[in-house]
Each structure stands twice: as C-alpha cells, then as structure tokens.
C-alpha cells in the first residue's frame, strides 16, 4: 500500500538545473528514504534519514526532513541526464512498516 | 483492484528449515521484484522477473536463495536452509508491462530465523 505522497509527479528540467522532489506522510516514522529506479530496473537506495535527523548529504543529493509538517525533500543538484529516473519515498514506521509513494518521475534534458 | 499480496505477513523457521515467500502482484501486472530489508536500513534488491523468466539476479545470494514467477500463480522467493541472518523483511513490488517507470509495493513478509 501506498503512504508518502510525492509531488510532483512528473518534473522535467534541463542538465545543470536543480531538481526538488517532495514527499508527505501521514503516520509517525521513524526514518524516511528515497530511491532511484532506472528504466526496468529495481530500487536503488539513495540515504536514509532518521526522525531525529533534520538534514542529510550524499554527493549531489540533500535530503531534508521536517517531522512537524511530515514532509520531506529530495533535492538532486546539478543535474545530469543520467539522473532521469522515477524517485520513490518511503517510510518506515518500525517492525519493517514500510510505505511507498507512487513516485516523482525526472527528466532531464541534455 | 487488489493491490500487491503478499503472504505470509510473518514468517518463523528454524535454521536449517526452508522459507517460502509469497507475492501475487496486482491484476494485469508481469513484472515482479524483490526486495532485503534488514532493521533501520533501506531496501536492497534481490532480483526482477517477468512471468517465467529472471531478468536481473544481481542483488541475490549465490546459494540458499531463489526465485521463479510462473505462468501462473504468485512469485516465489525461496530461502533453504535458513540461517539467522536471513532474518528481515522481503518486500516485493510489481509493475505493470511497458510501465517501467512504477513499482506497487506489498506489505512484506516478516521472516523470523530462530
């Protein structure tokens, strides 16, 4: 079953620009993640942020967390057209509750 | 439409006994993945399938695991001889043909090796 909301649904942008993608639950979590899939492919984990946590990097990719509004943000920056793929939040709400959104689909253009 | 099924919801076995994981994905769905959630980490993926065929296996052990998606009926992942490591959730999820951009996730299986 699906929980977190991410919006847009589709984002198409142009190599170079930033890319925000957002993501909103319902339940008390206690941590929240994004994937990547690729065309075909399965998910692959980008970072993981706990309920405690307010702000995460890795490369290029800065993850916020805002558990008063439950909400979350992906952003991807300088983006590459390898970065096209769907991007999918997840909550875990503990015991392996977890809950997906239906996904951002980015495009970037070269 | 239903959404994705999977059962059992938890799962114990003794090490060395078999686990069978069940997923049937949602009406008109060919593609099926699965995926290893161990506690406080994100999913890792195990392998994708379309009906009879294993597309990608690159995220599945060598030994001990498998996976078949037949014509008809669920995708089964099997896990012989368990050991206590191969405690965690397995998720899978399905997507529909031509779609390749969306996977439906199930609630998981929780499997227990004591």
């Given at each position: 079953?699906?929980?977190?909301?991410?919006?847009?649904?589709?984002?198409?942008?142009?190599?170079?620009?930033?890319?925000?993608?957002?993501?909103?639950?319902?339940?008390?979590?206690?941590?929240?993640?994004?994937?990547?899939?690729?065309?075909?492919?399965?998910?692959?984990?980008?970072?993981?942020?706990?309920?405690?946590?307010?702000?995460?990097?890795?490369?290029?990719?800065?993850?916020?967390?805002?558990?008063?509004?439950?909400?979350?943000?992906?952003?991807?920056?300088?983006?590459?057209?390898?970065?096209?793929?769907?991007?999918?939040?997840?909550?875990?709400?503990?015991?392996?509750?977890?809950?997906?959104?239906?996904?951002?689909?980015?495009?970037?253009?070269? | 439409?239903?959404?994705?099924?999977?059962?059992?919801?938890?799962?114990?076995?003794?090490?060395?006994?078999?686990?069978?994981?069940?997923?049937?994905?949602?009406?008109?769905?060919?593609?099926?993945?699965?995926?290893?959630?161990?506690?406080?980490?994100?999913?890792?993926?195990?392998?994708?399938?379309?009906?009879?065929?294993?597309?990608?296996?690159?995220?599945?052990?060598k030994e001990r695991f498998s996976a078949e998606f037949p014509k008809e009926g669920p995708s089964i992942l099997r896990i012989q001889q368990v050991v206590?490591?191969?405690?965690?959730?397995?998720?899978?999820?399905?997507?529909?043909?031509?779609?390749?951009?969306?996977?439906?996730?199930?609630?998981?299986?929780?499997?227990?090796?004591?």
């Open positions: 079953s699906q929980q977190g909301e991410e919006d847009p649904q589709a984002l198409s942008i142009q190599e170079g620009e930033n890319a925000t993608m957002n993501c909103s639950y319902k339940t008390s979590i206690n941590n929240l993640q994004w994937y990547r899939q690729n065309s075909g492919r399965g998910l692959v984990h980008l970072i993981l942020i706990r309920s405690n946590e307010r702000e995460k990097h890795s490369g290029r990719l800065r993850v916020t967390l805002d558990t008063s509004k439950k909400s979350s943000s992906l952003l991807i920056t300088a983006s590459r057209a390898a970065d096209t793929a769907s991007y999918f939040c997840a909550t875990d709400a503990g015991n392996n509750d977890m809950r997906f959104g239906a996904g951002t689909r980015l495009t970037v253009k070269p | 439409n239903a959404g994705v099924m999977q059962n059992p919801r938890h799962l114990v076995r003794r090490r060395g006994q078999e686990a069978r994981l069940r997923c049937s994905p949602m009406k008109g769905h060919s593609h099926v993945y699965w995926y290893r959630q161990l506690p406080e980490e994100g999913l890792k993926f195990m392998v994708y399938l379309q009906k009879e065929n294993i597309i990608d296996e690159s995220g599945m052990p206590r490591g191969d405690s965690a959730a397995y998720f899978c999820a399905s997507s529909p043909p031509g779609q390749v951009y969306e996977q439906y996730f199930g609630p998981g299986t929780r499997l227990t090796v004591t």
